[in-house]
């Protein structure tokens, strides 16, 4: 079982930036394909960047690409997402998702989820 904790949420202003992180007590996170999803209200949860375990290699949705960056923290043990240039449309709670055996990309069958970190972005 992998207990993921994300953190880092806020309100902001369109145009401003947020780094959000994700924390796993117990397993190393360069060991786990991982991803940051979304979901506003009354819509479906999205994917938003992804990370492969081992190599890092990444891989992001259409509408973030160019303005967020997903990474990891060897030495916090700690999954990032730098999120710049947010738009009103970037608003929703953030998830953090694991896998262990596969790299799921975008889709939603990831083995573990955290709780969720809030990001309001206002015009």
């Known amino acids: 079982q992998v207990h993921l904790v994300e953190s880092g949420g806020g309100s902001v202003q369109a145009g401003g930036s947020l780094r959000l992180s994700c924390a796993a007590s117990?397993?190393?996170?360069?060991?786990?394909?991982m991803a940051w999803f979304r979901q506003a209200p009354g819509k479906e949860r999205e994917g938003v960047a992804s990370?492969?375990?081992?190599?890092?290699?990444?891989y992001y949705a259409d509408s973030v690409k160019g303005r967020f960056t997903i990474s990891r923290d060897i030495a916090k043990n700690t999954l990032d997402l730098q999120m710049n240039s947010l738009r009103p449309e970037d608003t929703g709670m953030y998830y953090c998702?694991?896998?262990?055996?596969?790299?799921?990309?975008?889709?939603?069958?990831?083995?573990?989820w955290g709780q969720g970190t809030q990001v309001t972005v206002s015009s």
């Open positions: 998702a694991a896998s262990g055996l596969s790299w799921p990309l975008l889709d939603n069958s990831y083995n573990f």
């Open positions: 117990t397993y190393f996170l360069t060991r786990l394909n």
């Open positions: 990370i492969s375990a081992g190599e890092s290699t990444t």
